[in-house]
């Protein structure tokens, strides 16, 4: 199975996301945008695995997530990467969190002792608005994002982590939730 370990959004983020997409898929951009249900933040990428690496993230998940408490999330900010004259990804930023950062390290750590390598990559928390597919009239989608560059988009409480399962379909990914770990 295609495997990632993320935060599920409250609702609330969701609904405020999605009036956000709807803003920008007016503009006509060659944007492949994000279902509301695909909405989540992304702590570590697994890629594929199988049912017995599958039952060591478990094992994992739940010791990281007994060492954590629940803490405040502020979604703030749109930007994208790169970024320039050629962006890939649209997307809506958090702000400060040292208990996600806290919790996005002890995640690797954890699971880079169970065999898993470590992010190569320094951890940015963002939310994946879009990603361009062509270059019709992505200005125009820019330039509605700079709008909310640095907008408050909401807050929300962390209380899991969430194991899913990506499942790729032409009209997207599909994902399921394998598991869900409370944080103490």
Do not use: C
Not at 133 to 158: F, I, W, Y
């Amino acid at each position: 199975m295609r495997a990632f370990i993320a935060i599920d959004l409250e609702a609330g983020l969701k609904k405020t996301l999605q009036g956000l997409i709807r803003e920008l898929k007016a503009t006509g951009a060659d944007i492949r945008w994000t279902q509301t249900g695909g909405l989540h933040l992304t702590l570590k990428f697994l890629g594929e695995i199988d049912e017995g690496q599958a039952g060591v993230v478990k094992r994992a998940l739940e010791d990281v997530a007994g060492r954590h408490a629940q803490f405040s999330l502020r979604l703030e900010g749109t930007g994208a990467f790169p970024g320039g004259q050629r962006p890939r990804v649209l997307w809506a930023g958090f702000g400060e969190a040292p208990e996600l950062l806290a919790l996005q390290a002890d995640l690797d750590k954890e699971l880079e002792g169970e065999g898993f390598a470590r992010e190569e990559r320094a951890f940015h928390p963002h939310l994946t608005l879009g990603r361009v597919k062509g270059p019709d009239r992505v200005r125009d989608a820019l330039r509605e994002l700079e709008k909310h560059s640095q907008d408050n988009l909401g807050n929300m409480t962390v209380r899991q982590v969430t194991f899913f399962e990506s499942r790729l379909r032409p009209e997207g990914a599909e994902y399921h939730v394998i598991a869900e770990f409370k944080l103490s």
